[in-house]
């Protein structure tokens, strides 16, 4: 499977969620580009915007879509990486706003091997 293929298959389904893709397309293929190359490396597809340890419980929190989404997005329009966003968010109509770290400090020491 490549990074179209998949954006193809997350797309529609997705979509009846309530949650988009980014309006980016160039970025978002480079995203699940990016997951698909952590499914070979760790065996799931871990978030590409954070270290994952490379074991499945730890990075539990992290296999995408993240458990932080949906209240990334509830708030602020868009999920920690930004490829998962609202309709709002990718019509310009809400701020675009950094979105802040919810894991715990914890988890990404671990995704650093500390």
């Known amino acids: 499977m490549n990074a179209e293929q998949l954006y193809e298959q997350l797309k529609k389904f997705q979509e009846s969620k309530g949650y988009f893709f980014n309006k980016d397309k160039k970025m978002v ?14 065996g799931h597809m871990a978030c590409p915007c954070r ?18 989404r949906e209240a990334d997005v509830k708030e602020y329009g868009t999920c920690f990486c930004g490829l998962y966003v609202s ?28």
Do not use: F
């Open 51 to 68: 270290l994952a340890s490379g074991d499945y419980e730890q990075d539990r929190d992290i296999v995408c879509p993240c458990v932080y």
């Open 29 to 42: 293929l480079a995203l699940l580009e990016s997951l698909l190359v952590n499914k070979k490396r760790y």
């Open 87 to 114: 309709e709002d968010w990718n019509q310009e109509t809400i701020p675009h706003e950094v979105v802040p770290e919810r894991r715990n400090p914890a988890k990404v020491l671990a995704g650093l091997g500390m």
